[in-house]
T-cell receptor, first 114, second 112 residues
Framework: AQKITQTQPGMFVQEKEAVTLDCTYD???????LFWYKQPSSGEMIFLIY??????QNATEGRYSLNFQKARKSANLVISASQLGDSAMYFC???????????FGTGTSLTVIP | SQTIHQWPATLVQPVGSPLSLECTVE??????LYWYRQAAGRGLQLLFY??????ISSEVPQNLSASRPQDRQFILSSKKLLLSDSGFYLC???????????FGDGTRLSIL
């Protein structure tokens, strides 16, 4: 069975500092994708970054990077130079290439302090 | 570019009334489509997904149903709403399994 674990219910970071949001996963599928989404208080789910299980390099998208450690089954999100607008819920998710189920973690609430 | 539209944004319904939420995707063909529910302060629960017209898979038994009458249209329905159906409903599409899902803006459903 697939499982996503986010152990940090809430995180605080000073503006302009970097922050790491943790995510571990469990799967028996050899091929899968890992994702991070941002959900502001308005509710929409915003796709941030994607990492394929066979990708050799860690994914980066602007200020977002995904620290992918396959052996440890972790896919941590790193946000550099935090901004006030980064305050939101962040969800880690996983999907096998052979299935349609998308498994979400319980989320981490990030608050950026001025 | 692809866009996904979901409506209404907010809905207040009495217990026992019917429900119809609609989602449409533009700019792509034969997308995989999904309905999720999010309870307050919780993660997302997959309700239904569809890989093609008329093909619906249900993940959670409940009094909700889904239909896909057209390639890019996905509808979530109920004949009689329960109090427990309250929540935030999100529609999403993806090009293929294992690829990023892209979400609509969601519908906040309150049952009175």
């Amino acid at each position: 069975a697939q499982k996503i674990t986010q152990t940090q219910p809430g995180m605080f970071v000073q503006e302009k500092e970097a922050v790491t949001l943790d995510c571990t996963y469990d799967t028996s599928d050899p091929s899968y994708g890992l994702f991070w989404y941002k959900q502001p208080s308005s509710g929409e789910m915003i796709f941030l970054i994607y990492q394929g299980s066979y990708d050799q390099q860690n994914a980066t998208e602007g200020r977002y990077s995904l620290n992918f450690q396959k052996a440890r089954k972790s896919a941590n999100l790193v946000i550099s130079a935090s901004q006030l607008g980064d305050s939101a819920m962040y969800f880690c998710a996983m999907s096998a290439f052979t299935g349609n189920q998308f498994y979400f973690g319980t989320g981490t609430s990030l608050t950026v302090i001025p | 570019s692809q866009t996904i539209h979901q409506w209404p944004a907010t809905l207040v319904q009495p217990v026992g009334s019917p429900l119809s939420l609609e989602c449409t995707v533009e700019g792509t063909s034969n997308p995989n489509l999904y309905w999720y529910r999010q309870a307050a302060g919780r993660g997302l629960q997959l309700l239904f997904y569809s890989v093609g017209i008329g093909q619906i898979s249900s993940e959670v038994p409940q009094n909700l149903s889904a239909s896909r009458p057209q390639d890019r249209q996905f509808i979530l329905s109920s004949k009689k709403l329960l109090l427990s159906d309250s929540g935030f409903y999100l529609c999403a599409w993806a090009r293929d399994p294992g690829q990023p899902q892209h979400f609509g803006d969601g519908t906040r459903l309150s049952i009175l």
